[in-house]
T-cell receptor, first 111, second 115 residues
């Protein structure tokens, strides 16, 4: 079956530095990937998505990179701020429309 | 309201009791999802409704769990004979469906505690 996993459960970065959160997926048929941010006590919020026909997509301070060869996805956050502290999930749409979420990476930003 | 609404926000129940969790999706969203999130864990897929199609129930952990969506809008997740391991936050999300399934809009969740 398909699975979406993450390399690091916790990432600590200094304010102002760039953050990179990684994600691996197993289903080669996956065609759509999404990053979500979940703050404490809240539901996840959509950050950015990317389709399998793209390698890179940029948003405001965030960039998602997709490497289909090694089935790897990453989220880069530029100039990380305290408000970026949260748990970040990647999600994958494989053979069906439903989204399968990874375990999540906790991003901690310290001054 | 404009967002996904879930109720109750908190529910404490005794082992063996039945509970119902409600989700009001965003108006016009044809897709509705239920996920379960245990403390410090990721999101576990439970069930997915898309329009009038048969729901994808592949994530329901046991036959004590069921969900329905009446009139293509409000959904209720029912857990019968609750067990302590059912304690978690139950998240509902809706989306436009189809090729636009990526941007799910989540509710705040219903935190269930089974004593």
């Amino acid at each position: 079956g398909e699975s979406v996993g993450l390399h690091l459960p916790t990432l600590s970065v200094q304010e102002g530095d760039n953050s990179i959160i990684n994600c691996a997926y197993s289903n080669s048929a996956s065609d759509y990937f999404i990053w979500y941010k979940q703050e404490s006590g809240k539901g996840p919020q959509f950050i950015i998505d990317i389709r399998s026909n793209m390698d890179k997509r940029q948003g405001q301070r965030v960039t998602v990179l997709l490497n289909k060869t090694v089935k790897h996805l990453s989220l880069q956050i530029a100039a990380t701020q305290p408000g970026d502290s949260a748990v970040y999930f990647c999600a994958d749409r494989g053979d069906t429309d439903k989204l399968i979420f990874g375990t999540g990476t906790r991003l901690q930003v310290f001054p | 309201g404009a967002g996904v609404s879930q109720s109750p926000s908190n529910k404490v129940t005794e082992k063996g009791k039945d509970v119902e969790l409600r989700c009001d999706p965003i108006s016009g969203h044809t897709a509705l999802y239920w996920y379960r999130q245990s403390l410090g864990q990721g999101l576990e897929f439970l069930i997915y409704f898309q329009g009038n199609s048969a729901p994808d129930k592949s994530g329901l952990p046991s036959d004590r769990f069921s969900a329905e969506r009446t009139g293509g809008s409000v959904s209720t997740l029912t857990i019968q004979r609750t067990q302590q391991e059912d304690s978690a936050v139950y998240l509902c999300a809706s989306s436009l469906g189809g090729l636009n399934t990526g941007e799910l809009f989540f509710g705040e969740g219903s935190r269930l505690t089974v004593l």
